[in-house]
Nanobody, 120 residues
C-alpha cells in the first residue's frame, strides 16, 4: 500500500524557517516523482516544488524560489522541504504527493497534509 506521511508543520513568525518531511512507503521511492503542494483557504492547490525522476530536475514555483529547498534522502524514502524566510502568504496546508510514472505530471497519491501558519 502506498503511503505518504507529512510532518513538520507549525506556527512560525514571518522570517522564520521550517522543515517539512514526507516519508514514503509501499513503492520504489527512486522510481517516482515526489512533489510538495499547498492549499490555502479559499485558494486552489498549487505545486510548490517537485522533483522529477525522469529528468532529475527540481521545480519551484516562482513565489518560493530562493527561499525553499527540496531535498531527498533516498535511503530513508523521505523528501524534505526546507522553508526559509517564511511569509504570511506561505500559510497553507502542505501536502506531498507521488506521481504515476516519474515524470511529475500526473499525481495519484497524496498525504494527509501538514499545516503551516506564518504570523506577521
Amino acid at each position: 500500500e502506498v503511503q505518504l506521511a507529512e510532518s513538520g508543520g507549525d506556527l512560525v513568525q514571518a522570517g522564520g524557517s521550517l522543515r517539512l518531511s514526507c516519508t514514503a512507503s509501499g513503492f520504489a521511492f527512486d522510481d517516482y516523482a515526489i512533489g510538495w503542494f499547498r492549499q490555502a483557504p479559499g485558494k486552489e492547490r498549487e505545486a510548490v516544488s517537485v522533483i522529477s525522476r525522469t529528468t532529475g530536475s527540481t521545480y519551484y514555483t516562482d513565489s518560493v524560489k530562493g527561499r525553499f529547498t527540496l531535498s531527498s534522502d533516498n535511503a530513508k524514502s523521505t523528501v524534505f522541504l526546507q522553508m526559509n524566510s517564511l511569509k504570511p502568504e506561505d500559510t497553507a496546508t502542505y501536502y506531498c504527493a507521488r506521481d504515476s510514472n516519474g515524470s511529475g505530471l500526473d499525481w495519484v497519491y497524496w498525504g494527509q497534509g501538514t499545516q503551516v501558519t506564518v504570523s506577521s
